[in-house]
């Protein structure tokens, strides 16, 4: 398996992006527990008491539901299961030393999923019209449009936009 594109999102949208398209193929980093694991140490979110496979089922779950979300933002059945996934944690705000400070109650199995489902809600709270799924019809990519002009349409304009420049060029010279 290549390596996986246009990692670095925010964290919804990473795990979203854990499936994507090489060559007209699906790839998936979740299918195994060492692609599970990869992803969980490349996003910092590795818990060592949690079962690998529940995280994983987990996070397949969760991961279904934020894509569904992603095109279909008002559907009940899906914002259900996203309140579902939030209902696994809370949380806690604590005053140390240090000033305040959240503390996070949730499971370690359901934690990566929990922590996907609270970011994708922060998204939709702070960047609502700048979360975009790649322009590109057989992309299945998404990301957060962070351009100063929210003009963004590729997921990468080295592969998506390069691509799309190349056909309108080819149906150009063709027409002539």
């Keep these: 398996m290549g390596k996986r594109p246009l990692t670095g999102e925010p964290l919804s949208l990473d795990l979203a992006n854990t499936r994507w398209l090489e060559e007209d193929e699906a790839r998936d980093s979740l299918v195994t527990s060492a692609g599970t694991r990869e992803w969980l140490r490349e996003v910092g979110l590795i818990r060592p008491e949690a079962n690998l496979d529940v995280v994983r089922k987990n996070l397949i779950q969760s991961r279904s539901v ?8 008002a559907d009940e059945r899906y914002l259900r299961k996203l309140n579902a996934v939030l209902a696994k ?3 806690l705000e604590q005053l140390s030393p240090r000033g305040s400070e959240a503390v996070y109650d949730v499971g370690d199995n359901w934690f990566a999923s929990w922590m996907c489902a609270r970011n994708l809600v922060h998204l939709f709270r702070t960047f609502p019209g700048r979360i975009r799924r790649c ?7 998404y990301f957060l449009d ?5 003009t ?3 997921c990468s304009m080295k592969t998506c936009g390069n691509r799309a420049k190349a056909d309108r060029h080819y149906r150009r010279v063709k027409q002539r």
């Design 66 to 73: 934020i894509r569904e979300l992603l095109e279909h933002r």
């Design 89 to 91: 944690g809370a949380v």
């Design 135 to 141: 322009a590109n019809p057989v992309c299945v990519l």
């Design 146 to 150: 962070a351009t100063k002009n929210g």
């Design 152 to 154: 963004r349409r590729w």
